[in-house]
C-alpha cells in the first residue's frame, strides 16, 4: 500500500472509532512514522460534528503533544505538523464565529490539561 494511502486509511480509522481515546499507543506509532496528508487530516477535521469534535480534537492534541517528546525525530515532526493542522483548524473554526477565548482552549485540550500541554509545546 502506498503511504499516502495508508495515512489516510489511518485518519479514517481513527476519525470512525467510537472512543477515539481508545485507539491505541501502536496506531499513533505507526502514523507518526508516516508523512502526513493535510488535505485529508482536514478533511476529516471538517467533517467533524460538534457532538465528536471535542473529544477527538482534545485527543489528537494530547497525542501530539506526547509525541512530541518522543525520541525517534520523525515521529515527532510528524506530530508536530498534525498539531499545527489541528490547531489552524480549530483557530479558523474560532475566527470565523469570533469565540476566541477559553471556548478555543478548552476545544483543543480541555481546561485541566492547558498548563501541561503548553509546558510541552513551549519547550
Not at 489516510?8 to 491505541?24: E, H, I, N, S
Amino acid at each position: 500500500m502506498l503511504r499516502v494511502e495508508k495515512v489516510v486509511g489511518l485518519y479514517t480509522k481513527f476519525f470512525q472509532a467510537r472512543d477515539p481515546r481508545r485507539v491505541g499507543t501502536e496506531f499513533w506509532e505507526e502514523l507518526f512514522l508516516l508523512p502526513i496528508n493535510v488535505e485529508s487530516l482536514e478533511g476529516h477535521l471538517e467533517k467533524l460534528t460538534q457532538t465528536n469534535s471535542q473529544t477527538v480534537i482534545n485527543e489528537m492534541t494530547r497525542v501530539c503533544s506526547v509525541f512530541m517528546e518522543e525520541e525517534n525525530d520523525l515521529r515527532c515532526v510528524h506530530a508536530i505538523e498534525t498539531l499545527c493542522v489541528v490547531m489552524s483548524h480549530v483557530f479558523n473554526l474560532h475566527h470565523s464565529s469570533g469565540a476566541f477565548g477559553i471556548d478555543t482552549i478548552h476545544l483543543l485540550c480541555g481546561v485541566q490539561t492547558v498548563d501541561s500541554f503548553f509546558q510541552v509545546t513551549t519547550k
